[in-house]
């Protein structure tokens, strides 16, 4: 087992944390004890938040929402309405595509509300 000392990244305060790695995966975090910040303690977020890594649950691919889709098909540009097919059901409310598409369609939209 190694540890390997790093900055809790939930928040702005910039917690100083201490994981506990064996075999490539976090068994374990703690509060640095010299850390001036959180004067040696670390809130929920910082202790156990590192699990996420693990859930079976955790979002592996973009996901867009389909009344998104929807409600702007027609505005998209060619370079996104070509690339469309690349959308696969995910259930009834999303779908999910390459990083790419999910880039673009963001980006799109972005500046849309700039405009």
């Given amino acids: 087992m190694k540890t390997i000392k ?3 990244t939930y ?3 910039g917690c100083e944390i201490v994981a506990e790695v064996e075999n490539d995966s976090i068994l374990r975090v703690y509060a640095d004890k010299s ?3 959180s004067e040696g303690r670390v ?3 910082g202790k156990y938040g590192h699990e996420y890594l693990y859930s079976p649950n955790k979002i592996k691919k973009p996901r867009i ?3 998104f889709i929807e409600k702007n098909r027609d505005d998209f ?3 996104i309405k070509n690339r469309l097919f690349l959308l696969k059901g995910y259930d009834q409310d999303f779908l999910e595509c ?3 598409l999910a880039y673009d369609i ?4 972005l500046n849309e509300i700039v405009k």
Avoid at 106 to 109: E, I, L, S
């Fill in 6 to 8: 790093s900055v809790c």
């Fill in 11 to 13: 928040c702005g305060t």
């Fill in 35 to 37: 850390d001036v910040v």
């Fill in 43 to 45: 809130c929920v977020k």
């Fill in 65 to 67: 929402s389909r009344k």
């Fill in 77 to 79: 540009p060619e370079q």
């Fill in 98 to 100: 390459n990083y790419e």
């Fill in 106 to 109: 963001a980006a799109f939209k």
